[in-house]
């Protein structure tokens, strides 16, 4: 088709969360293209990339820690200028609905050795998977820096490692049995990281099992001030438009060019490219597209956690804790019949973790809402709480295939990519997927080293 305006092409994009935001960013940074960005979203900027104020400090209550080897969101704050936090990890135990399977104590030299004692050699092998795994999928910023772009998740995770289609078909249970990981380790550390990074169990797939694994390594970082900085100042350094708007529906004209129709808005803007940065299954969105040549199906559905931040003192009794000066930082559970998956102490977005002075402030993440007394069998004094309750990211069931990336030319999907697995890193790998997938369509030689402007040091 033509474009509207040759020497200026017109882009919406649908979201603003990190994935919405940073294929802005990367639009905007890509030569030769020179587009007229227009964002719309229906809610704030970051979208699960938020905080909640109480007693005047600000907690994340989404999206919280990036891996050190995340390294566009590195980047990012880099470049942006951002302090980054460091999240130093309190004294973890392991929680099976009546007393702890395994506890920190004191002495860090102790840990080491009392969780070697009980994992043994499973331990190490999973640090090995974990590691290998993140070497392959480190290749992606080569492949994208070189301009590679893929119309669907499997081609993308094959650009990585060709092995990685094969994670999403069998469980991490699976995967982990395969590699010799023991019984005990699978039920208990692989079960608890699983349930409090996805409120998920090790039923889920190898690949997203992996990722969550790897967001329980050391050195996890977010950035100083709240992690939704790093969205706000993508969309301001992409120059686009931001509208906050509800978009209906999607519409193929017969020119092929593309116009939006809004909630509360009679205009109909007309787009040379279209991006979606927002989930868009059954349960999470009623999104319409019209006049396609083809249905569109997007399979799968969104798992509920509930985000309950409470200011208040732990009822240390319910966990046989001897006083309130011996309560742990953070309390994983490994027990599938209990009704949360986790309880952690929370540090303000400006404050470092373990930092004196901050409000006693916990994280619990459960499936479903806290009935009173569950709430009363966690606090034993609650001065305030606040509820967050969020489609937070795939049910990862073994029932879902990856999707596409392209749905038709000059319309893209972004958040197909969360069914590999959800976190903020990936949306910025899709995001600039589809970013160059656009440029593509709008007639820039993507693959041309002239053009790429985004250069990931590795
Ligand atoms: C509780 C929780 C904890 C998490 N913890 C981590 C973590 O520690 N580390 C990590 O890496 N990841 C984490 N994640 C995952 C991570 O937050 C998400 O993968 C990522 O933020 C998704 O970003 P997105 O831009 O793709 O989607 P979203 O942030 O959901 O953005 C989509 C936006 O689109 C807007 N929108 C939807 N429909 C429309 C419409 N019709 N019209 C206009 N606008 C629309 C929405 O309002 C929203 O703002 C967590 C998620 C949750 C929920
Ligand atoms: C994408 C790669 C390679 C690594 C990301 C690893 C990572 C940081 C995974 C975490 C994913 C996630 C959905 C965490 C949710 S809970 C986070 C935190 N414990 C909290 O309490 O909020």
Same mark, same amino acid.
């Given at each position: ?307 309950? =931040?409470?200011? !208040?003192? @732990? ?9 309130? $000066?011996?309560?742990?930082? %953070? &309390? ?91 976190? =903020?890193?990936? !949306?910025? @790998? ?9 440029? $593509?369509?709008?007639?820039? %030689? &993507? ?12």
């Amino acid at each position: 088709h033509q474009v509207l305006d040759p020497t200026q092409p017109r882009i919406a994009i649908i979201g603003a969360g990190i994935s919405g935001t940073s294929a802005a960013y990367f639009l905007s940074k890509t030569p030769g293209l020179n587009p007229k960005i227009d964002v719309y979203s229906k809610d704030l900027v970051g979208g699960r990339m938020a905080t909640v104020n109480i007693q005047g400090y600000d907690f994340e209550t989404g999206g919280s820690v990036l891996h050190p080897r995340n390294k566009y969101m590195k980047q990012f704050a880099e470049q942006f200028g951002f302090k980054r936090k460091k999240g130093i990890s309190g004294k973890f135990g392991l929680y099976d609905g009546s007393h702890f399977v395994y506890s920190e104590g004191d002495w860090s030299v102790m840990n080491v050795a009392s969780l070697l004692w009980r994992y043994g050699f499973s331990l190490l092998k999973v640090n090995t998977l974990v590691g290998e795994m993140l070497n392959q999928f480190e290749r992606i910023y080569n492949v994208q820096d070189d301009g590679y772009a893929f119309s669907n998740v499997a081609d993308l995770l094959s650009a990585m490692d060709p092995s990685f289609n094969m994670m999403l078909e069998r469980s991490l249970e699976a995967g982990l049995k395969h590699a010799g990981v023991s019984k005990l380790f699978i039920e208990e550390l692989a079960h608890a990281i699983m349930r409090v990074n996805y409120g998920q169990s090790p039923d889920a797939h190898q690949f997203v099992g992996s990722v969550s694994l790897a967001g329980a390594e050391t050195g996890l970082w977010s950035l100083h001030g709240g992690n939704k900085k790093i969205p706000h100042a993508l969309l301001n350094a992409s120059g686009a438009s931001f509208y906050n708007e509800e978009v209906e529906a999607i519409h193929l004209n017969t020119d092929g060019r593309f116009s939006l129709r809004f909630k509360e808005n009679d205009e109909m803007p007309l787009y040379d490219a279209v991006i979606l940065a927002t989930p868009v299954t059954n349960d999470t969105s009623t999104f319409g597209f019209e006049n396609f040549p083809r249905q569109f199906h997007f399979p799968g559905r969104y798992h509920q956690t509930v985000c309950t =931040m409470v200011q !208040g003192d @732990i009822n240390y009794e319910t966990f046989n804790f001897a006083d309130s $000066s011996s309560v742990i930082d %953070d &309390i994983f559970t490994t027990n599938r019949t209990l009704f949360f998956n986790s309880l952690a102490r929370n540090y303000p977005v400006d404050i470092d973790d373990g930092a004196e002075g901050a409000p006693s402030v916990w994280k619990v993440f459960s499936n479903e809402p806290l009935a009173k007394e569950e709430l009363d069998t966690l606090f034993s004094a609650i001065n305030e709480t606040f509820v967050i309750k969020w489609k937070a990211y795939p049910e990862y069931d073994g029932t879902t295939t990856t999707g596409n990336f392209t749905l038709h030319p000059g319309l893209y999907h972004v958040n197909a990519i969360e069914f590999a697995a959800s976190a =903020m890193e990936m !949306g910025v @790998i899709g995001a600039r997927n589809v970013a160059l997938l656009a440029a $593509s369509h709008l007639g820039v %030689d &993507i693959q041309d080293r002239k053009t790429q402007s985004f250069h990931i040091e590795l």
